[in-house]
């Protein structure tokens, strides 16, 4: 009853509000819908007490056109006046960055090397000096493909072979995940790895690095997971590999933000703003999950460890930008352009890592 009868009051305001407050809190969050959802009642309730049922209330011959023509217009006034001042005044991005510049950040013109989540066939992409005695193998989930264009164009720049093993929601860790979009277990990932890793345990490559999404796979109520089961799966992995494999990188995982970062960007009003869309990296990359990474990593003797995430968060919070960089293409995912900054030290550590297996130290 209460709702149907501010049912007209929600359908005039529903829209500006939701306009409104995402120019404050982005609607990806439950904060934004929470608050777009009680701000809708309030002003319907309002409208309904000020507007509707006085009017309901006016006898017959109290009933006017001019009345009527006045208390709808005030209402419509309000609507259209409060969509204007969200759109005209918030609902722009920081005046440094171009609508464009934001959503470059999206642009993955290698998708097409990343597996479905579905499904068990391995997608294999060659990229580089295909045939080069220096091999490098790419392996893991979409936060492996990630990096795929930084190490596709170091390996154009050093003459080096690069192939990729990459499935989408599938990590290098020995675990069947639970997956979000088909609520259910995906036993096919558990295949896909077993088969890969066989594999790239035949060949022999000089350089294998290896990512995933570490902070992604513990929020799920159907396959909760605690760190150090989750490290001792991956370690399985790295000990089923690093036998024949002489150097491993393990790039650790970028920071989970929570929002569709380019999107949240688009709304803001200025930079000052951009801690809206910021997170305090104790959530967006727990310390927890950090430390078990490095911690198995170190009973594998081949293998090194790079993390990001200082570069990435400063002041303990995980910022959108970096450099001037929009740093993420979505909520999780780093962008294109913000993973070139770390190009130099990925080169850097396989160069170290491949001459150091040249030289039997490793």
Same mark, same amino acid.
């Given at each position: 009853?209460?709702?149907?009868q501010?049912?007209?009051?929600?359908?005039?305001?529903h829209?500006p509000?939701i306009?409104?407050?995402?120019a404050?809190?982005?609607?990806?969050?439950?904060?934004g819908?929470?608050a777009?959802?009680?701000?809708?009642?309030v002003?319907?309730?309002?409208?309904?007490?000020?507007?509707?049922n006085?009017?309901r209330?006016?006898?017959?011959g109290q009933?006017?056109?001019?009345?009527?023509?006045?208390?709808?217009?005030?209402a419509?006034?309000?609507?259209?006046?409060?969509?204007f001042?969200?759109?005209?005044?918030?609902?722009k991005?920081p005046?440094?960055?171009r609508q464009?510049d934001?959503?470059?950040?999206?642009?993955?013109?290698?998708?097409d090397?990343?597996?479905p989540?579905t499904?068990?066939e391995?997608?294999?992409?060659?990229?580089?000096s295909?045939?080069?005695a220096?091999?490098?193998?790419l392996f893991?989930d979409?936060h492996?493909?990630?990096?795929?264009?930084v190490?596709?164009k170091?390996?154009?720049?050093?003459?080096w !072979?690069?192939?990729?093993?990459?499935k +989408?929601?599938?990590p *290098?860790a020995?675990?069947?995940? %639970?997956n979000? #979009?088909?609520? /259910?277990?995906?036993?096919?990932c558990?295949?896909w790895?077993q088969?890969?890793? !066989?594999e790239?345990?035949?060949?022999k +490559?000089?350089?294998? *690095?290896?990512?995933?999404?570490? %902070?992604?796979? #513990?929020?799920? /109520?159907?396959n909760?997971?605690?760190t150090?089961?989750?490290?001792?799966?991956?370690?399985?992995?790295?000990?089923r590999?690093?036998?024949?494999?002489?150097?491993?990188?393990?790039?650790?995982?970028?920071?989970?933000m929570?929002v569709d970062i380019?999107?949240?960007?688009?709304?803001l009003a200025?930079?000052?703003?951009e801690?809206?869309?910021?997170r305090r990296?104790?959530t967006?990359?727990?310390a927890?999950?950090r430390?078990a990474e490095?911690?198995w990593?170190?009973q594998v003797?081949?293998?090194?460890?790079?993390?990001?995430t200082?570069?990435?968060?400063?002041?303990d919070i995980?910022?959108p930008?970096?450099e001037?960089?929009?740093?993420?293409?979505d909520?999780?995912?780093?962008?294109?352009?913000?993973?070139?900054?770390?190009?130099?030290?990925?080169?850097?550590?396989?160069?170290?890592?491949?001459?150091?297996?040249?030289?039997?130290?490793?």
């Amino acid at each position: 009853m209460f709702i149907g009868q501010r049912s007209y009051g929600l359908y005039l305001w529903h829209w500006p509000i939701i306009l409104f407050v995402n120019a404050y809190l982005p609607m990806e969050t439950w904060t934004g819908r929470i608050a777009a959802i009680a701000s809708s009642f309030v002003l319907a309730d309002l409208t309904y007490r000020t507007i509707e049922n006085p009017f309901r209330r006016m006898g017959q011959g109290q009933r006017s056109v001019p009345v009527l023509g006045v208390s709808m217009g005030v209402a419509l006034l309000a609507c259209v006046g409060l969509q204007f001042f969200a759109k005209s005044t918030f609902a722009k991005p920081p005046s440094d960055i171009r609508q464009q510049d934001i959503f470059a950040a999206k642009d993955d013109p290698l998708h097409d090397c990343l597996a479905p989540y579905t499904g068990t066939e391995i997608v294999r992409c060659k990229f580089g000096s295909v045939g080069s005695a220096t091999k490098l193998v790419l392996f893991g989930d979409s936060h492996a493909a990630q990096w795929l264009d930084v190490l596709k164009k170091l390996s154009e720049k050093n003459g080096w !072979e690069l192939q990729t093993y990459l499935k +989408s929601a599938c990590p *290098v860790a020995m675990l069947t995940p %639970f997956n979000h #979009f088909v609520k /259910r277990p995906m036993p096919e990932c558990t295949e896909w790895r077993q088969r890969v890793v !066989e594999e790239i345990a035949d060949q022999k +490559s000089t350089m294998l *690095v290896m990512s995933q999404h570490s %902070f992604g796979y #513990f929020n799920d /109520r159907e396959n909760r997971l605690d760190t150090q089961l989750f490290a001792k799966a991956t370690l399985e992995t790295m000990k089923r590999i690093g036998t024949t494999q002489p150097n491993i990188l393990m790039l650790a995982d970028t920071p989970k933000m929570g929002v569709d970062i380019p999107i949240c960007l688009s709304r803001l009003a200025n930079q000052d703003d951009e801690r809206r869309c910021s997170r305090r990296v104790e959530t967006a990359a727990p310390a927890d999950i950090r430390s078990a990474e490095r911690a198995w990593a170190d009973q594998v003797s081949t293998t090194k460890v790079l993390d990001f995430t200082n570069d990435l968060c400063k002041e303990d919070i995980c910022w959108p930008r970096i450099e001037g960089i929009v740093a993420f293409k979505d909520e999780n995912h780093i962008s294109i352009r913000a993973a070139s900054l770390f190009a130099d030290r990925i080169e850097f550590t396989l160069k170290q890592m491949r001459d150091k297996g040249r030289d039997g130290r490793m």
